[in-house]
């Protein structure tokens, strides 16, 4: 189990390395969905088994929601997958790590995001395949409650209880936002949790920027499929950012960069 102190501080890193990157690029930065995705990212590449990006039994932690890649390419980062020097050509010419992961396994990035509502339907086909080879490793998948929206993710998630893939879990970044608004208000989806059950998972609802709670739900396994609803706040941590919808994506300033830096750190207690 991962030393939680650890955990949080690098999760304060990843955070801050972040903001570095937002700020770094004209285009912007999706840092809505980023920054309500830190802790869970961070909690899965302390679960999840990668003794080496080639190694064919490794877990698979899939980003679904394309657009939580500053979580991503911290995470990778802090894990020793991707160094500073490749996370400062983020969004420049000529660069790998775009605004949408593009896949590349020798980094650690496991599926292109950007269209949503694909990494469950691709999760499928790598469960499959890993089951048939009779790996014993699991499968991640982070979705979005927006995302959800798409048709293609719940004719996923049914193939997944079908093919009785309990070396699956679904974790749903619940932020309650999309790009062009609450998701309550562009399109409803109440009790994501009790219509995954239906379906015939194993469901736990959670805070999902407790690092406790999710190093405490993300090992566990059954006879079925897991499923954890994260209850999560789009730009955790930035206040000037929480709750807006143009945090989707957005650019910074200098002083509002400087702002957002002191506010995570005063968070973190230092």
């Not at 990157?21 to 995705?37: D, K, P, Q, Y």
Request: charged share 20%; proline share 3%; net charge negative.
């Amino acid at each position: 189990m991962a030393d939680l102190g650890v955990l949080k501080s690098q999760c304060k890193e990843m955070k801050l390395k972040a903001l570095e990157m937002a700020l770094s690029t004209s285009f912007g930065a999706h840092i809505g969905g980023g920054f309500s995705a830190m802790e869970i990212m961070a909690a899965l590449y302390a679960v999840a088994d990668i003794p080496s990006l080639s190694e064919p039994s490794r877990d698979r932690v899939i980003l679904s929601k394309g657009h939580g890649v500053l979580a991503l390419y911290t995470a990778l980062w802090q894990n020793g997958f991707l160094t500073a020097d490749e996370l400062a050509t983020f969004e420049t010419d000529g660069t790998q790590f775009h605004g949408h992961p593009h896949r590349n396994l020798a980094k650690g990035i496991e599926f292109s995001g950007g269209s949503l509502g694909l990494g469950i339907s691709y999760a499928v086909g790598v469960a499959l395949a890993c089951r048939k080879r009779n790996y014993s490793n699991h499968i991640y998948v982070v979705v979005g409650d927006g995302e959800m929206n798409e048709g293609i993710v719940w004719e996923a998630l049914m193939s997944i209880v079908h093919f009785g893939l309990n070396n699956v879990t679904i974790i749903v970044d619940k932020n309650g936002y999309q790009l062009d608004g609450p998701t309550e208000e562009v399109m409803s989806l109440p009790a994501i949790d009790e219509k995954l059950r239906s379906f015939g998972y194993d469901v736990s609802v959670i805070n999902g920027h407790s690092i406790e709670l999710l190093l405490d739900e993300l090992p566990k396994r059954g006879a079925t499929p897991r499923a954890i609803v994260a209850n999560t706040v789009k730009a955790n941590g930035i206040s000037f950012l929480q709750h807006n919808k143009l945090s989707h994506q957005c650019t910074m300033t200098r002083k509002k960069y400087q702002q957002a830096v002191d506010e995570i750190i005063t968070s973190y207690g230092d």
